[in-house]
Nanobody, 115 residues
């Protein structure tokens, strides 16, 4: 059984920063892709950023230049550094992992950007 556990969410003022972490545990050989989705109030879940085991990265247009994704393959952990946060970044952030042939999801971390 694969588990993804997120940490690092919280309340931050506009313009502030937060760092999310997600650690994968369980029985598996390789994690093909790790990343983050988010779901804001009244919105559908959307991709924020993802990174392959080889380091290929893609970001949502709305976070380019503000967020940075990275991963530590030895620790099976993915990080999301979020800078210059805006109120519209408020959402539950879900970690996901593609461990072929299945997708796995974390339970989510709430990020609230408000003054």
């Amino acid at each position: 059984q694969v588990q993804l556990v997120e940490s690092g969410g919280g309340l931050v003022q506009p313009g502030g920063s937060l760092r999310l972490s997600c650690a994968a545990s369980g029985m598996f050989f390789n994690i093909a892709t790790m990343g983050w989705y988010r779901q804001g109030p009244g919105k559908e879940r959307e991709l924020v950023a993802r990174i392959t085991s080889g380091g290929f990265i893609n970001y949502a247009e709305s976070v380019k230049g503000r967020f940075a994704i990275s991963r530590d393959n030895a620790k099976n952990t993915v990080y999301l550094q979020m800078n210059s946060l805006k109120p519209e970044d408020t959402a539950i952030y879900y970690c996901h992992a593609l461990i072929l042939p299945n997708y796995y999801w974390g339970k989510g971390a709430l990020v609230t950007v408000s003054s």
